[in-house]
Structures are given as C-alpha cells and as structure tokens.
C-alpha cells in the first residue's frame, strides 16, 4: 500500500459517494488506475464494505446504551451459542470479548429506556449470566467510522506507531 492508495482510502472514509473521477482528480490519477486500485483494496479486503451511516436520533433511535457482561461459563460451546444468540439482536451495533473484569460488551442502541427494558429481558433469558451492568450513554461527544490510516511508506516502510495527516490532492 503506497501514499495514493492511503490518500484513497482516506477521501472514501470521508465521503464514500465520490465520483471515481473525483477520487481520481483529487489523488492524481486518471480514471481506470483509480478505479482498479480501488478495486484491488477492495479484493484485498482492506476495503470492508461501503455503506450509509444513519443519524439513529432522526430515525427514533436516541438511546445508545453499553452494556458490560460477566459470565461463569467460559467454554467454547457455551461462547458459541451466546455470540449466535446476540449477534441476531438488530439493537446490538457492537459486540466484543474483553480481557479484563468483564467478559463481552455490547453497544446497544433502542428507542429508549422502554425499548432497552425489553432488549435486556431478551437477552437475560438467552443463557445464564453472572452480571451484566448497563451505562446508557448521556450525549455523544465524538463518533466516526474513520480510522487513523498509518504513514504513508517511507523508503518502502511503513512508520511504526505514527498516524499522519494525509494531504489530499485538491482539498
């Protein structure tokens, strides 16, 4: 992955929707060798998915709840049924094992207080838990799909530990 590829991938975290001529125009290249670049991230799966975000408040989503579980059961076949089970609850945005005093956490995200009432009854009747402790979130300070992309190769390395600003052409 080179500087243009990085410039790239930074202008479809930003607006997915360009123009491959746009993209094209903003990092220096024509059409085609934008296009297969782009094609080639996405056939290296560097590229995951493009999608919209949706505003959650606009649709009667305001409640982003986290919720922390701890479980006395840590086998494989009992991890297996748990992660089928919450990873088919559309309010769960986000599920993560954790190292630590907690097991898994959830991002959730409900209606509201009603709505987590009756996802969290839902999900205490799937297998036995330990304790699961919920924080519902009061305002969102910060929220990005963006990820810090790593420095552009120097001298064909990449810099360890640095994320720079990425210029892009035309901005």
């Not at 080639?40 to 919720?67: H, M, N, Q, S, Y």
């Not at 840590?74 to 049924?81: I, T, Y």
């Not at 409900?110 to 799937?126: G, N, P, S, W």
Request: include cysteine; charge should be negative; glycine fraction near 6%.
């Amino acid at each position: 992955m080179d500087s243009i590829d990085l410039k790239i991938l930074a202008l479809l975290q930003t607006d997915a929707t360009l123009s491959i001529a746009a993209i094209g125009e903003r990092v220096g290249l024509s059409q085609t060798p934008c296009w297969k670049r782009i094609q080639r991230l996405e056939a290296d799966g560097v590229i995951d998915r493009r999608v919209a975000v949706l505003d959650p408040v606009k649709l009667g989503l305001g409640l982003t709840v986290f919720v922390s579980i701890e479980t006395a059961d840590h086998s494989r076949d009992w991890l297996e049924r748990f992660a089928e089970t919450v990873a088919s609850m559309p309010e769960v945005l986000e599920f993560y094992r954790m190292a630590g005093d907690v097991d898994y956490m959830l991002r959730v995200v409900v209606a509201d207080m009603q709505a987590y009432d009756a996802f969290y009854k839902r999900l205490i009747a799937t297998l036995p838990l330990k304790n699961v402790t919920s924080r519902f979130a009061m305002e969102k300070v910060k929220s990005t799909t963006a990820l810090p992309l790593p420095a552009p190769p120097t001298n064909g390395r990449h810099l360890p530990g640095t994320v720079p600003s990425l210029s892009v052409v035309g901005e």
